[in-house]
């Protein structure tokens, strides 16, 4: 049961993060600086650059995506071990949606944050990922309430 109740207390982290990551991804939407910002190469160095030439949202919304990814990764394994297929699926199509959003706002970032197309992949697979856990988390509940009875 504790397996459980600790991916229950991951997947509750994800979705308040996840929350926090949109407040912030709109943030940066909104920065009337991403106007002149042009395509740049697809180095460590010069993506960061372009995130901090935007201003102090775009940094942050991108090392909490990387936070976001490490923390998918925990629930992916800790759904693993529960030892339900239900819970694997679930985390297993979380950690995709999770990354598929990071892999599109790299690109977005690529593209000198111009190419809606990456944008649109970013709030996607976002939505699916808030989607998923907030699923996640009304299942495990669910079992935490019958093994309680």
């Given at each position: 049961m504790s397996r459980i109740r600790s991916l229950r207390m991951t997947a509750i982290v994800m979705v308040v993060l996840?929350?926090?990551?949109?407040?912030?991804?709109?943030?940066?939407?909104l920065?009337?600086?991403?106007?002149?910002?042009?395509?740049v190469a697809g180095t460590p160095?010069?993506?960061?650059?372009?995130?901090?030439?935007v201003g102090a949202g775009a940094p942050v919304h991108a090392i909490l995506g990387t936070l976001l990814t490490v923390v998918a990764l925990?629930?992916?394994?800790?759904?693993?071990?529960t030892g339900s297929t239900l819970m694997a699926v679930i985390g297993a199509a979380s950690f995709v949606s999770v990354m598929m959003?990071?892999?599109?706002?790299?690109?977005?970032?690529?593209?000198?944050?111009?190419?809606?197309?990456?944008?649109h992949g970013m709030?996607?697979?976002f939505i699916l990922s808030f989607s998923l856990f907030f699923v996640q988390i009304?299942?495990?509940?669910?079992r935490v309430r019958q093994s309680r009875a």
């Open positions: 996840l929350a926090l990551q949109f407040e912030l991804g709109m943030a940066v939407n920065s009337p600086s991403l106007e002149d910002i042009p395509p160095a010069a993506i960061w650059h372009a995130l901090v030439k925990v629930s992916l394994i800790l759904s693993l071990r959003a990071a892999v599109n706002g790299i690109l977005f970032t690529m593209s000198g944050f111009k190419d809606d197309h990456y944008s709030a996607t697979a009304a299942i495990l509940t669910l």
